[in-house]
């Protein structure tokens, strides 16, 4: 049984402009099940880097919220354009499980071209280790440190809002409303 005050945090990106930003911001915002905010973590990193996972690691281990956390939520598999995170690594050095929230069903064979063609091919590897895309409900997603029935009861639990889970939808209210001014788009 998951416990409805189950300590997550949620990680979402600001928008940014590719031409014009290096470094991007990044927020987590930690909750309890989907109804109750902790707290706000954030960090930079690099537009279509390789920063991203370590940034994130860092960002969690570093926290006070940490010893509580029992999942953590991405809005992809990648942040700041294609600073793919590696799920397994994040899972792995923060002990605490991944769940990647994706809206509509990735077209990875698009994907892997798109990232061929910007010369950025060795990503194609964090993309394929992430693991299957698996449709929950009206969203899909990666897993990582956690089994599928785990993770539809703690998205039960989170997803009070929307279709995506709270924390999430929160960051990224709170990245586009920092950066831009006013949050924007959904995320």
Do not use: Y
């Not at 990503?123 to 899909?140: C, H, P, S």
Request: one cysteine or more; aromatic letters at 4%; hydrophobic letters at 45%.
């Amino acid at each position: 049984m998951v416990k409805k005050e189950i300590r997550v945090i949620g990680i979402d990106d600001s928008p940014f402009d590719k031409f014009k930003d290096k470094k991007i911001l990044v927020v987590g915002v930690v909750m309890r099940g989907g109804l109750f905010v902790d707290g706000i973590l954030s960090a930079k990193v690099d537009v279509d880097g390789t920063n991203a996972t370590d940034k994130i690691i860092k960002m969690i281990n570093k926290c006070k919220f940490k010893p509580q956390l029992q999942c953590i939520f991405l809005n992809g598999i990648a942040v700041a354009g294609f600073n793919v995170i590696d799920i397994q690594r994040l899972s792995k050095k923060t002990k605490i499980p991944v769940v990647v929230v994706i809206r509509t069903n990735p077209d990875i064979e698009k994907i892997k071209n798109t990232l061929i063609k910007i010369k950025q091919k060795k990503k194609i590897k964090l993309i394929e280790k992430a693991g299957k895309v698996i449709q929950i409900d009206n969203i899909f997603v990666q897993l990582t440190g956690i089994d599928l029935e785990q993770a539809r009861k703690i998205l039960k639990i989170v997803c009070t809002r929307s279709l995506i889970p709270e924390p999430i939808r929160l960051a990224h209210l709170i990245a586009s409303g920092v950066t831009v001014g006013e949050s924007k788009g959904r995320a």
